[in-house]
């Protein structure tokens, strides 16, 4: 037990430390139990991303069935297969990698956490509600690129708050590209910094030999697949082939809420020849995105009222809590012949975290204007929300598509929560 009479320095260390261990079992006990008790077999989209791993580790690259693919970005299955180089070709070895990125992930969220110049204790409590997220523990069980795609967000977050050097800046587009090679919207995300960057900065040379070095880095990584992509198919394709599929599912006259259209059979029979099921080679993948590019295109044109009456449907589907980690779960289980009814007990109690961390995160642009906790760190965390927003406004939005930005969500909350404290019980002043 500690003496009342301890050093203020040493209350606030041994502090430290007990949130520390409250942190580690946090992360470390949910986690575990769920690897052991609801690891089921890799379905639809799960199961692309393991067999396209499998072919690359076997050396028969990025393909189907020996026919090669863009159609998703090879992020991912390209992850997944240099696992496959020392492990064995397994699910479960995706799943342990998971828990050691979401480790990581949790780090560097603490790290950005203390950029938001608030103090260790605030820092440390958002840590916390990081590693307890529900859909942050649930998505670790699955085979997605979620939780990939959260880590290389925020490390490169993370380094670019912490850039000084030219090579730091080089580093962070590394981690950039790296990110779209996952999840191919991120890539104009640095543009949102550039401007902010520029616009407060008094060397803005300085700035733009910074961004200088980090599109440098961006095309380290970028030219090789890019190089890839045109020996095989004759024609551009930066990352992936889809784009012209996804614009088409946000943009049709049959779905009225501007979001995914649910099963693929559905929307074969809308636009016939468009797209057939993912786990099936597809005849013409470039024909395919071609026409579903013209016929999105077709629509937006021709109705540009109706597309946008669909964007705050979009929005709304965008941040909406997002069932899939439990239902994925369930369904990968059912295949493997488990039955985990206490899972769908969980989706009240992940649907009321999400929630009010939402709205109080959503708090935080009105706590940025008024201030003072008018930071960088902030800024970046808002641009990042708010442009995987704009995303899914162009094309169409999922709850899926907020996974990778949980950690940004709980750094935003914080700024709410600690901005209120400040102005409702302001700290004491000395009368002498």
Known sequence: MISPYAA??????T?????????????????????????????????????????????????FDGTPTAFWPVGYPGFLALLFLVSPETPETGLIAN??????????????FCELKISNAWALFGTLVLAVFPNFIFYQNLLSSEILM???????????????????FLLTGICFWLATLVKSQILFLPVFIVIYDFWLSHQR??????????????????????ARNYLVFDRFILVQSNGGYNLLMGNNKDNRWGGSTGAASEFVSMFPGIVADINHALSDEMGMND???????????SNPVEVLKRVPYKQYRFFGHDPQGIDS??????????????????????????????????????????????????FVLLSTIFY????????????????????EFVGCMLVTLHTAKARLWPPATSTE
């Open 8 to 13: 203020p320095d040493e209350w606030r260390r």
């Open 15 to 63: 502090s430290v430390q007990i949130f520390a261990v409250l942190i580690v079992l946090a992360f470390v006990i949910p986690r575990l139990a769920l690897l052991v008790a609801a690891s089921g077999i890799p379905l639809s989209d799960t199961k692309w991303y393991f067999d396209r791993a499998v072919s690359i580790a076997h050396g028969k690259g990025y393909a």
């Open 99 to 112: 828990f050691f990125l979401s480790a990581v992930t949790v780090a560097c969220s603490f790290l950005i």
């Open 150 to 168: 959260m880590t290389i967000i925020s490390i490169s977050l993370l380094f670019i708050l912490i850039a000084k050097l030219k090579y730091h």
């Open 205 to 226: 040379k300085n700035v733009i030999f910074n961004y200088l070095m980090l599109a440098g880095g961006i095309l380290v990584v970028v030219i090789p697949w890019t």
């Open 291 to 301: 026409r579903a590019a013209t016929v999105a295109l077709h629509f937006i044109m």
């Open 329 to 378: 779960l369930l369904r990968s289980n059912a295949a493997a012949g488990k039955t985990l009814p206490w899972l769908s007990s969980l989706f009240q109690i992940s649907y009321w975290y999400y929630t009010v961390i939402f709205a109080l995160a959503m708090l935080s642009p009105i706590m940025f204007l008024i201030g003072p906790l008018q930071t960088r760190a902030h």
């Open 388 to 407: 995987f927003a704009l995303i899914s406004a162009v094309f169409f939005g999922e709850g899926r598509f907020h996974i990778p930005l949980l950690p």
